[in-house]
């Protein structure tokens, strides 16, 4: 019995330290401007690779209509998105007003340092922590090609929008050679087992085209507060 209740214990004081990041997380967080666009893609990828230019070219592009770009603050596809972000706030001059490049990094992540071109930051300790606060303030999600975080960060947005969730926001998944065999996968072997309904297939948009996509979330969502969820 003694064993329990310590255990129960122990475990109920380290929610409470998970609920004071998050709330602190969610607090920080009110300062972001709004609307606000989440960026996905693997720290492996330099930010001068064609993805990281990519990358940059949109995170600029929506920044100059008014978009705050978020990401997980680390290297390679995050660098390069809050690279864009703070391009475009060197030219407007205008940076506190119109967005924000913003992140939430994660301790104890392979010893990885937040980039040297994010505006504010706040730190979690726990990918769930993070991942509900990249997913939560955010009113369209754009996902580079990248490994197990990425592909975990996209399954939990198109799992959360197919269950309803959260509203249909704008999925865009830039990099057509890496996208299209997963949705060929999708297709010929989720689909074809009844584990998708056809409609599902229509949650994401997959392109090479960084004015499509910046268009496409531009006209959807540019009047938009970050959406209402229940995760």
């Known amino acids: 019995m003694f064993s329990r209740i310590s255990k129960f214990f122990t475990f109920a004081w380290h929610m409470v330290g998970v609920n ?17 666009v ?8 330099t930010p001068d690779s064609s993805e990281g230019k990519k990358a940059t070219m949109l995170a600029q592009e929506l920044a100059q209509c008014g978009f705050s770009i978020i990401t997980g603050g680390g290297p390679g596809i995050m660098e390069a998105a809050n690279r864009g972000a ?9 940076c506190d007003t119109n967005f924000s490049s913003f992140a939430i990094g994660l301790t104890r992540l392979n010893n990885e340092k937040i980039n040297p071109h994010v505006q504010d930051y706040i730190m979690m300790e726990y990918f769930f922590e993070r ?47 890496y996208w299209n065999p997963m949705k060929k996968w999708m297709t010929e072997c989720m689909l074809k087992n009844d584990l998708l309904l056809k409609e599902d297939l229509d949650i994401f948009v997959i392109t090479d085209d960084i004015q499509e996509a910046c268009k496409l979330i531009e006209t959807k969502c540019q009047n938009h507060d970050a959406p209402s969820f229940s995760g």
């Open 20 to 36: 004071r990041r998050l709330l602190f997380g969610m607090w920080k967080m009110t300062r972001l401007p709004q609307p606000a």
């Open 38 to 45: 989440t960026f996905f893609g693997g720290s492996r990828i």
């Open 86 to 94: 703070l391009t475009n706030c060197s030219v407007e001059k205008n």
């Open 131 to 177: 991942k509900w606060l990249l997913v939560r303030y955010a009113v369209a999600f754009v996902v580079f090609p990248g490994g197990f975080g990425t592909i975990d960060e996209l399954s939990e947005i198109l799992t959360l929008i197919q269950c309803d969730r959260m509203p249909n926001t704008p999925v865009i998944l830039i990099g057509t050679e």
